[in-house]
């Protein structure tokens, strides 16, 4: 089973960067894909970016392109660097994982907390 544990939150300013990492544990870890997503209070969890873990193929959504970039290393680690973050990215982030044969995001970490304030 694969567990995700994600830091890097925190309070910033609008205009301000900061760089979410995961990381994966677990006895065996080869994923098809991870991500990430956020949740912002009174509203549903929505997909930010993923990376294909084979190919590095990344994704994102249309109101953070630009602005953040999701990277892998070739461990068991993902990131999300944001930067040009605004109050409308203030959100709890959570990273994830979709493994071979899972047709859908099926193992998630327990969130981070990303508050753009000034």
């Known amino acids: 089973q694969v567990r995700l544990v994600e830091s890097g939150g925190g309070l910033v300013q609008p205009g301000g960067s900061l760089r979410l990492s995961c990381t994966a544990s677990?006895?065996?870890?080869?994923?098809?894909?991870m991500g990430w997503f956020r949740q912002a209070p009174g509203k549903e969890r929505e997909f930010v970016a993923s990376i294909r873990w084979s190919g590095g193929a990344t994704y994102y959504t249309d109101s953070v392109k630009g602005r953040f970039t999701i990277s892998r290393d070739h461990t068991r680690n993902v990131y999300l660097q944001m930067n040009s973050l605004r109050p409308e990215d203030t959100a709890v982030y959570y990273c994830?994982?979709?493994?071979?044969?899972?047709?859908?995001?099926?193992?998630w970490g327990q969130g981070t907390q990303v508050t753009v304030s000034s």
């Open positions: 994830t994982s979709q493994a071979v044969g899972a047709s859908n995001w099926n193992s």
């Open positions: 677990g006895r065996t870890f080869s994923p098809v894909a």
